[in-house]
T-cell receptor, first 113, second 114 residues
Framework: AQSVTQLDSQVPVFEEAPVELRCNYS??????LFWYVQYPNQGLQLLLK??????LVKGINGFEAEFNKSQTSFHLRKPSVHISDTAEYFC???????????FGTGTRLTVIP | KAGVTQTPRYLIKTRGQQVTLSCSPI?????VSWYQQTPGQGLQFLFE???????NKGNFPGRFSGRQFSNSRSEMNVSTLELGDSALYLC?????????????FGPGTRLTVT
């Protein structure tokens, strides 16, 4: 079975400051890792994904994440946040050979002007 | 190209009734997955359909069912609604089940059961 833990339910950060949203996972099989963003009253949008290869993954809107197999982590980072980054962020895993995603409980990022 | 569309966007039903939600995937996508999002349980996988066949199912009671049509459009049905079924129901489509295929999510249908 797979599980995803997002350690912080809420993260307030000042505009133009860096941010890190933490994600840890557990799985008995190989998984692929994803970060999604959800703006109010909208569906989920893929920020980035790790399937294989380089452990540093760059996504949209200036976000990046690093896959750390030994620590089973996939933390999301942005060097300088904008007001428009205020949203809910979800870490998710998908086991190889399947299409369904297992999501973490989400982290609400609030950017303070 | 048009994204995933879900209808209706908002729905209010009474406990005990049944409801049908619709999802139209992106053109050319053959896989449709459904998720339930609630404040208490978060995002949970309901089921996935590919070429009109259910490929995978989450841990939900039999009151939750779905189907997929030959044009890849999908519907999900919830019978005998309970208050706890109030949620945002999200549909996601992808080309198939290959690793590299991204899932694209629709805006969701917000169901309120009173």
């Amino acid at each position: 079975a797979q599980s995803v833990t997002q350690l912080d339910s809420q993260v307030p950060v000042f505009e133009e400051a860096p941010v890190e949203l933490r994600c840890n996972y557990s799985s008995s099989v190989s998984v692929y890792l994803f970060w999604y963003v959800q703006y109010p009253n909208q569906g989920l949008q893929l920020l980035l994904k790790y399937l294989s290869g380089s452990t540093l993954v760059k996504g949209i809107n200036g976000f990046e994440a690093e896959f750390n197999k030994s620590q089973t982590s996939f933390h999301l980072r942005k060097p300088s946040v904008h007001i428009s980054d205020t949203a809910e962020y979800f870490c998710a895993v998908r086991r190889t050979g399947a299409n369904n995603l297992f999501f973490g409980t989400g982290t609400r990022l609030t950017v303070i002007p | 190209k048009a994204g995933v569309t879900q209808t209706p966007r908002y729905l209010i039903k009474t406990r005990g009734q049944q409801v049908t939600l619709s999802c139209s995937p992106i053109s050319g996508h053959r896989s449709v997955s459904w998720y339930q999002q609630t404040p208490g349980q978060g995002l949970q996988f309901l089921f996935e359909y590919f070429s009109e066949t259910q490929r995978n199912k989450g841990n939900f009671p039999g009151r939750f069912s779905g189907r997929q049509f030959s044009n890849s459009r999908s519907e999900m049905n919830v019978s005998t609604l309970e208050l706890g079924d109030s949620a945002l129901y999200l549909c996601a489509s992808s080309k198939g089940q290959a690793t590299s295929y991204e899932q694209y999510f629709g805006p969701g249908t917000r169901l309120t059961v009173t």
